[in-house]
Nanobody, 122 residues
Framework: QVQLVESGGGLVQAGGSLRLSCAAS????????MAWFRQAPGKERAFVAA????????SYADSVKGRFTISRDNAKNTVYLQMNSLRPEDTAAYYCAVGRAASLSKDDYGHWGQGTQVTVSS
């Protein structure tokens, strides 16, 4: 099993920045791709960004391209999501996930964190 713990969420004004962290522990040798998804009240969980553990592939949702950056620290088994120029529509619970494939689909991720809330005020 892989355990994931997110941190870094909070309340920020529009235009501000936050950095989310996701620390992985347990069977970390099984890590291949890590991703961030978000879920706003009443909406489906949606892809935000993904990165593969050992290579340079990254992918972003169109709504966050140019504003969010996903990165990883292999030595710390940690993935980050730097979020700049935040907008009220970015308000959601953000979830970290681990999967065996470089994918934008939540169905390809088998391990999830508990989520961290991001609230952007206008």
């Amino acid at each position: 099993q892989v355990q994931l713990v997110e941190s870094g969420g909070g309340l920020v004004q529009a235009g501000g920045s936050l950095r989310l962290s996701c620390a992985a522990s347990g069977r970390t040798f099984s890590l291949y791709a890590m991703a961030w998804f978000r879920q706003a009240p009443g909406k489906e969980r949606a892809f935000v960004a993904a990165i593969i553990w050992s290579g340079g592939w990254t992918s972003y949702a169109d709504s966050v391209k140019g504003r969010f950056t996903i990165s990883r620290d292999n030595a710390k088994n940690t993935v980050y999501l730097q979020m700049n120029s935040l907008r009220p529509e970015d308000t959601a619970a953000y979830y970290c996930a681990v999967g065996r494939a470089a994918s934008l689909s939540k169905d390809d991720y088998g391990h999830w964190g508990q989520g961290t809330q991001v609230t952007v005020s206008s």
